[in-house]
């Protein structure tokens, strides 16, 4: 039963162009998302989370965008960067105590 | 420390030996998160512990995994009768609990031969 579905297992953009990372979940009672990057033979580490009453959160060149209506979040990295390259997890929970993470995204800018 | 460290970093196993995995959260962390995560996926909940209380196994594959956090902080993730499919990258993640983010620690690969 897979809850949030990242769709794309891969992109790759262009260093100082817009990477858009997207992500889709099934449970409504879902109130609290997050974006996790990884490199490898790491573990995920956070980057930036929304709460189900937001739309919106920036931080930095990062931003998550929240369509609740279409069970739909999305990352925004402006301009992107050739570090930003790892893979990316998408997270979804409630109460953060059961959280449930898509299949990673692996984004690869290039110079 | 300053992270969540887990130990080994690399296990290998032969089928049907036990391992133990260790995680030490962040000081002070309440909460602390086990996951299995598979090559090319995310990773997969397993259990959680609030303090000592381990409040949601639901995750756990079989009776042959079993977890423990006994005074609250150090956790064991224990698997018995190892088997290949068993063979993954075992994350702990510990956060302080509540609306709070989770912080991993670099996880442990496990490999039965």
């Known amino acids: 039963d897979q809850q949030v579905k990242q769709n794309s297992p891969s992109l790759s953009v262009q260093e100082g162009r817009i990477s858009i990372l997207n992500c889709d979940y099934t449970n409504s009672m879902f109130d609290y998302f997050l974006w996790y990057k990884k490199y490898p033979a790491e573990g995920p580490t956070f980057l930036i989370s929304i709460s189900s009453i937001k739309d919106k959160n920036e931080d930095g060149r990062f931003t998550v965008f929240l369509n609740k209506s279409a069970k739909h979040l999305s990352l925004h990295i402006v301009p992107s960067q050739p570090g930003d390259s790892a893979v990316y997890f998408c997270a979804a929970g409630y109460n953060n105590n059961d959280m449930r993470f898509g299949a990673g995204t692996r984004l690869t800018v290039k110079p | 420390g300053a992270g969540v460290s887990q130990s080994p970093r690399y296990k290998v196993a032969k089928r049907g030996q036990d391992v133990a995995l260790r995680c030490d959260p962040i000081?002070?962390?309440?909460?602390l998160f086990w996951y299995q995560q598979a090559l090319g996926q995310g990773p997969e909940f397993l259990t959680y512990?609030?303090?000592?209380?381990?409040?949601?196994k639901s995750g756990l594959p079989s009776d042959r995994f079993f977890a423990e956090r006994p005074e609250g902080s150090v956790s064991t993730l224990k698997i018995q009768r190892t088997q290949q499919e068993d063979s993954a990258v075992y994350l702990c993640?510990?956060?302080?609990?509540?609306?709070?983010?989770?912080?991993f620690g670099p996880g442990t690969r496990l490999t039965v031969l």
């Open positions: 993640a510990s956060s302080l609990g509540g609306i709070n983010e989770q912080f």
């Open positions: 512990f609030q303090n000592e209380a381990q409040l949601d």
């Open positions: 000081s002070g962390h309440v909460s």
